[in-house]
């Protein structure tokens, strides 16, 4: 295993959005996960936002240890998402990279603030992929990868007070909340909104330290 800085960025809240054309995509309550592939060993690494381990037999027994339930996410991937992302990978003229970081959220039904159950179904979504390190557009991501198993988008649009609420509010059918994603300067920029039954949720679970759930 190795510690690694931090996988995948924090999200902002959405206190200082742009208010500019965004893509609003479900975001899971699950586990974020980081798959690395080279053009040369294929997939070969895996882990939390804080650690990565080898994509082998070894590695996958470390992992499973160190995140107990966890245990099918290697499966999972190497079933549902290593050879069509390959395939993109080697095919597609805008994935012409030594190294690519691809991120999914492994959850169940009933996974809730990073926790899961342990006899439930489970599945991987992805979200994002980095090249050359940098997490490439959601237009781009939409139409390269709108084939496999991807977050759900519940808005395009410009992103305005009045869709910050009804996100809160729960108007868009989600669980925890969604990540609008949008292109400025040349940059990508995300920010998180999460419902107000989800926030419920949290205060009930975890009382005075909710906050270290939220936003």
């Excluded at 395939?87 to 809730?112: A, C, D, H, L, W």
């Excluded at 603030?113 to 940098?134: C, N, R, T, Y």
């Excluded at 395009?156 to 509010?169: E, H, N, P, S, Y």
């Amino acid at each position: 295993m190795v510690r690694v800085q931090l996988a995948y960025p924090k999200i902002p809240d959405s206190k200082n959005c742009p208010g500019k054309r965004c893509i609003a995509f479900e975001k899971y309550d699950g586990t974020n996960l980081h798959w690395a592939w080279d053009v040369e060993l294929g997939w070969y690494a895996f882990g939390t936002r804080r650690d990565r381990f080898d994509l082998d037999e070894m590695g996958i027994a470390q992992f499973n240890t160190a995140h107990p339930g966890l245990e099918t996410a290697a499966e999972i991937f190497q079933r549902d998402f290593a050879t069509p992302l390959e395939k993109i990978f080697r095919e597609n003229p805008n994935y012409q990279s030594p190294e690519i970081t691809v991120f999914t959220e492994f959850f169940g039904m009933n996974s809730f603030a990073g926790m899961h159950k342990q006899d439930e179904p489970k599945q991987l979504i992805l979200f994002d992929v980095q090249v050359d390190k940098s997490i490439i557009y959601p237009e781009q991501f939409l139409q390269d990868f709108h084939h496999l198993k991807i977050a759900r988008v519940v808005y395009c649009g410009k992103l305005t007070g009045q869709f910050i609420d009804d996100v809160r509010a729960g108007k868009y059918g989600v669980t925890e909340g969604v990540v609008c994603k949008g292109v400025s300067n040349n940059k990508i920029w995300m920010i998180k909104i999460k419902t107000y039954a989800y926030m419920k949720k949290l205060q009930q679970s975890f009382q005075n330290d909710w906050e270290s759930y939220w936003e």
